[in-house]
């Protein structure tokens, strides 16, 4: 495994495998709703899906991202930039619907993935990019009805990957690291290669993250100062 990979490891892989396999425990057969589908964790959720046998309606915002979503593995892919959410949802689910989801947008885009789940129905919320730089508190909410969460009896739920380490047992953590580690090894995931940047451009490095759509993960890489002597 190459050192670009083995640092994204317990990242986004590890998020993907856990929101998929123990936070929502998706049948094969079952379908799996997400948002942020061409973010990095969205598209390895496409490729564990595959492998298991989940059939998967990505979310994405712009019309170019859907043919390379379903060229990836997405079973189908709905962009809100000209569809209807909760129609599509619909369309594509017919009456047995869509009782698991994942989301990464929060707000109003989190409360359609909420509406359009069947009753019973549950979202995982593990990100929230709809609220990236905003100040309004309107804006930092997920605007949920209640006759959902009381009639319907649907659950939101949060997931974060510090949370998860922090109240894991040593056992289930190695297991679960072990098990994402096969699937990269065994090239069921895919993680896209770092870029590089020496430590003393950390700034450039930060920029790069915060940037959108950059594409991949910026990647710290140390110069070794032993000599051959030292070894």
């Keep these: 495994m190459s050192d670009s990979s083995a640092c994204q490891l317990a990242v986004n892989p590890l ?6 396999s123990r936070e929502l425990d998706v049948q094969p057969g079952e379908w799996l709703l997400q948002t942020a589908a061409g973010s990095t964790v ?11 046998g989940i059939r998967t309606i990505n979310v994405v915002r712009r019309r170019d991202a859907v043919e390379e979503i379903k060229a990836l593995g997405g079973d189908e892919v709905i ?18 619907g ?15 993935v909420s509406q359009a789940l069947t009753p ?9 990019l709809s609220t990236h730089r ?7 909410t997920i605007p949920l009805l209640a006759r959902s969460v009381i009639y319907e009896t649907k659950a939101v739920r949060g997931f974060w990957l ?7 047992s040593p056992a289930d953590t ?4 072990f098990e994402v580690r096969s699937l990269v090894a065994d090239e069921v995931l895919s993680i896209p290669q770092g870029e590089p940047f020496p430590l003393e451009r950390f700034i450039e490095a930060i920029s790069f993250a915060e940037a959108p759509a950059h594409g991949a993960k910026p990647l710290f890489v140390f110069e070794d100062g032993r000599d051959e002597d030292s070894r």
Excluded: M, P
Excluded at 15 to 20: I, K, R
Excluded at 42 to 52: C, E
Excluded at 174 to 177: D, E, H
């Design 162 to 168: 510090n949370r998860w380490f922090g109240t894991t």
């Design 174 to 177: 190695l297991r679960a690291l």
């Design 42 to 52: 969205g598209r390895l959720v496409i490729q564990l899906a595959r492998h298991l």
């Design 15 to 20: 998020t993907a495998l856990l929101l998929v």
């Design 98 to 112: 869509v009782r698991k989801a994942i989301d990464c947008v929060a707000g109003h885009v989190g409360a359609q």
């Design 79 to 96: 962009c809100t930039e000209d569809e209807d959410l909760l129609q599509r949802v619909t369309e594509i689910a017919g009456s047995a």
């Design 120 to 128: 019973g129905g549950e979202v995982v919320v593990y990100g929230a």
């Design 134 to 140: 905003q100040t309004d508190s309107a804006a930092l």
